[in-house]
Nanobody
Framework: QVQLVESGGGLVQPGGSLKLSCVAS????????MGWYRQAPGKQRELVAT???????NYQDSVKGRFTIARDNNQNTVYLQMNSLKPEDTAVYYC????????WGQGTQVTVSS
């Protein structure tokens, strides 16, 4: 049974930081591209960042220079370090494993507000 479990969301003030974690089980984690998506109220789910099995990272333009994706294949975990957070970063953040079909976590809420 495949599970992706996110953690680390919460309420943070503009300019603050959060680090999201996603622990995967039931898949051969190290061979798959992993990613983070987000969905704000009333908007479509959008790509935030991905990291391939070889460590190549890709980011949405709006988070470049502020967010960093990383993975630990020994811990079956993918991370998203988010710095200089803005109110427009407020969303539910989802972890995904780009398997066939893709698997998704349940999501973790990130709220950026003063």
């Amino acid at each position: 049974q495949v599970q992706l479990v996110e953690s680390g969301g919460g309420l943070v003030q503009p300019g603050g930081s959060l680090k999201l974690s996603c622990v995967a089980s039931g898949i051969m984690f190290r061979i798959y591209t992993m990613g983070w998506y987000r969905q704000a109220p009333g908007k479509q789910r959008e790509l935030v960042a991905t990291i391939t099995s070889g460590g190549t990272m890709n980011y949405q333009d709006s988070v470049k220079g502020r967010f960093t994706i990383a993975r630990d294949n020994n811990q079956n975990t993918v991370y998203l370090q988010m710095n200089s957070l803005k109110p427009e970063d407020t969303a539910v953040y989802y972890c995904t494993a780009q398997t066939m079909p893709p698997y998704w976590g349940q999501g973790t809420q990130v709220t950026v507000s003063s």
